[in-house]
């Protein structure tokens, strides 16, 4: 079970957007399981930033969204000089990692900011939908971070996996 993660913006925009193609049901999970304080979130002031800019700083989402970052169970974290610092690392490396044909593209500063927060504060795993991001889970590029799409496993959501035998 994952007592510490990290999102993307990427996810709470699924959320808010009521993104089809995207697990909602898991998100929705995890969202509870912080509410219930089964797991902790850490979240950068980049997905702040960006989901204030997208959302409008007085609309219901962003409401939503302020409401969300107070729970004792979410770690609001501020860009400091350690992460501005480990993100200029992650854009290096993300760049020798184009280079060498593991990403297509490159890694994008707020990305960068993101992963690196969440490498720092020793999250368990960084919720992300950016095929570049994946694209470099458990890798030397990041520090050997996780980084996967939510999704239900055996483990964290038990009555939520197809049991077929």
């Not at 962003?62 to 501020?78: A, G, M, T």
């Not at 854009?91 to 720092?120: C, H, M, N, P, W």
Request: charged share 30%.
């Amino acid at each position: 079970m994952f007592e510490l993660i990290c999102w993307d913006t990427c996810v709470f925009l699924a959320k808010f957007k009521r993104e089809s193609d995207k697990p909602l049901d898991v998100i929705d999970a995890y969202l509870e399981r912080v509410r219930d304080a089964e797991t902790n979130m850490i979240v950068s002031v980049i997905c702040a930033a960006e989901i204030l800019d997208y959302s409008g700083s007085k609309s219901r989402h962003s409401s939503k969204f302020q409401s969300f970052v107070k729970d004792e169970n979410v770690i609001l974290v501020n860009v400091d000089m350690r992460v501005a610092r480990l993100a200029a690392e992650f854009r290096e490396k993300g760049a020798a990692a184009r280079e060498q044909g593991v990403i297509k593209k490159g890694f994008k500063a707020a990305d960068a900011i993101i992963a690196a927060t969440a490498s720092l504060y020793k999250a368990e795993v960084l919720h992300t939908f950016d095929p570049v991001l994946c694209g470099l889970s458990e890798t030397e590029f990041v520090n050997g971070l996780r980084i996967e799409p939510p999704s239900f496993d055996d483990e964290d959501f038990p009555l939520f996996v197809n049991n077929e035998n």
